[in-house]
């Protein structure tokens, strides 16, 4: 049997999702090693830098710089499937707070989104990319996540 290729990616955020994703693999490890093959996931191995292909990508995070759009572009091309996890890549909030200042905070943080290449908005994943299954909350709902996994392990 072929295992199924993911990756966990995770833009801006608090990361609360990849805590509540590791957490879940105390209980679920030993059936899920011998049915995921994990591709790319900074927070269990060291990943290359090198998006591979792979069959599900989990994205956690909005997206905040044009590098960062572009790593989720070439995870788009390179996954078969794209769930977003969590509020910021699901609606974009509250990672997108900035995007609903005044002018007077807007002017007050310029010089930051300049000195780290911030665009001047942030936008949640399906706004950059096609998304296949958002699995919402903050942290992500932990029910929809696994039938979400648990959907694609039976295909």
């Known amino acids: 049997m072929n295992k199924l290729r993911v990756g966990w990616f995770s833009f801006s955020c608090c990361e609360d999702s990849t805590i509540i994703f590791t957490e879940l693999l105390n209980n679920h490890y030993l059936e899920w090693k011998k049915k995921l093959e994990f591709v790319h996931a900074k927070v ?8 591979p292909d792979m069959d599900i990508a989990f994205v956690e995070g909005a997206i905040t710089s044009d590098s960062q759009e572009k790593k989720l572009r ?3 091309e390179k996954a078969k499937i794209i769930v977003a996890i969590g509020a910021c890549a699901v609606i974009g909030s509250p990672s997108n707070q900035r995007n609903f200042f005044n002018e007077k905070q807007s002017e007050e943080i310029k ?21 296949d299954e958002v699995v919402p909350g903050c942290p992500m709902n932990e029910e929809i996540f696994l039938r979400i996994v648990n959907k694609y392990l039976n295909q």
């Open 74 to 76: 070439n995870i788009r």
């Open 44 to 51: 269990l191995k060291r990943s290359p830098d090198i998006i």
């Open 111 to 131: 010089s930051i989104l300049e000195n780290f290449k911030y665009k001047d908005k942030v936008f949640k994943v399906s706004d950059i990319v096609k998304v």
